[in-house]
């Protein structure tokens, strides 16, 4: 199963097209608990959602829970490094590459702070690209889910 998070209009052949309101295959309110299974699906296409998510520990525990391990989580977000991360009214989360040292597999701060700050994903970093836009800096991740089954 691949998944597209948060498609607002982008819809995505070959993709389950998720958003809270229409258009969309499916409503769901990424903010709660999300509604696959665990280790049930196979990539989650999240370009231009996580910052409109509250909670970064629940955003990226259920999307580790959800992924198969090996599992491809693919971000698109603008960095705290530019305006861009900040203009929006609703961007309520804000990211920039050190972000996701909380969630990185063997990295000092996921090792560090993990447990207690309830953290239980882990993921291994397959690829990075940061993007200059108008807006300011982008940070396109792929990260794989990293999981002992």
Not at 39 to 63: G, Y
Not at 112 to 134: C, D, H, M, N
Request: proline share 7%; glycine share 6%; aromatic share 10%.
């Amino acid at each position: 199963m691949k998944i597209n998070l948060g498609c607002h209009e982008r819809h995505l052949t070959g993709y389950l097209n998720v958003d809270r309101v229409p258009p969309a295959d499916l409503i769901v309110d990424l903010s709660e608990l999300w509604p696959w299974a665990d280790s049930t699906v196979d990539h989650l296409f999240a370009h231009d959602i996580i910052e409109h998510l509250p909670n970064k520990i629940r955003t990226m525990n259920e999307a580790w829970r959800v992924l198969r391990p090996e599992g491809i989580l693919e971000i698109a977000v603008p960095t705290t490094d530019g305006p861009g991360a900040w203009q929006d009214p609703t961007h309520v989360s804000y990211w920039n590459r050190r972000s996701f040292f909380y969630y990185e597999h063997g990295n000092f701060a996921r090792e560090r702070f993990a447990k207690s700050y309830g953290i239980t994903a882990s993921f291994r970093v397959l690829g990075e690209q940061l993007e200059q836009t108008p807006d300011g800096p982008r940070l396109s991740i792929a990260l794989a889910a990293v999981k002992d089954l």
